[in-house]
């Protein structure tokens, strides 16, 4: 399926592995399977895929649910956002605007997102900051190497670990709020007068944050 001008994509999904990669040309391209597991619709620039509510209705009464596969291709530009439940997730080279993912495993790689709320899941990946962002781990673990930093950062758990990998040389000031004791800070490098904010908050996780550089195999 493809779909031109489209501007923004959102999505709500649950029991599916997903894949987001970015598109050859213009258009956003989807593959599914089945295509009776999702919803699509667009409207405006704007366009929408949903888990349907056949696909749902199905899974429900059972244990071990049947997972519906989804790979999107999307176009430079065009910003995601949406949330995922029971869901693997792959995205490589895409930009969203938030996400939220909760019983999940997910990777993303050289991508940016601007507000990003997890658990419980597992993540990992390497991510762009050039607006700033917001990070929420609940319960899970998170592990970010930042490539390149040029906007703040706020990062909060209340449950699980946080690891941020920040470049040697990026220009940053890490403040920490309420439990010092949950915060690790791995190169002193990182407190200073940087021009880009860091804020650390820990309830009752874990947030360790150190440097890479050339040479490190981070």
């Known amino acids: 399926m493809r779909f031109e001008n489209v501007e923004r994509v959102w999505m709500k999904l649950v029991d599916a592995d997903v894949e987001i990669l970015p598109s050859p040309n213009g258009a956003v391209h989807i593959e599914a399977a089945p295509e009776s597991a999702f919803s699509l619709k667009e409207r405006s620039g704007k ?16 244990k071990d649910k049947e997972r519906a596969r989804l790979v999107m291709r999307v176009p430079k530009g065009v910003e995601i956002a949406g ?23 997910a990777e993303l790689s ?55 990998s920040l470049p040697e040389d990026c220009d940053a000031t890490v403040e920490v709020a309420g439990n010092a004791d949950g915060v690790i800070l791995n190169s002193g490098r990182l407190l200073g007068s940087g021009e880009h904010r860091i804020r650390l ?18």
């Open 47 to 62: 366009l929408s895929i949903l888990t349907s509510t056949e696909w749902k209705l199905k899974n429900l009464p059972r």
């Open 110 to 164: 050289e991508c940016s997102v601007r507000d990003l709320a997890v658990g419980p899941a597992r993540l990992n990946g390497s991510l762009y900051v050039w607006k700033k962002t917001k990070i929420a781990l609940s319960m899970g673990s998170l592990e970010l190497k930042v490539l390149e930093l040029e906007a703040p950062i706020d990062a909060s758990v209340v449950m699980g670990s946080l690891r941020l």
């Open 83 to 105: 949330g995922m439940k029971r869901t693997s997730l792959h995205a490589e080279a895409v930009s969203f605007d938030s996400l939220a993912i909760g019983e999940a495993t």
């Open 201 to 218: 908050s820990s309830a009752k996780g874990v947030v360790v944050v150190d440097t890479w550089g050339e040479f490190d195999d981070v």
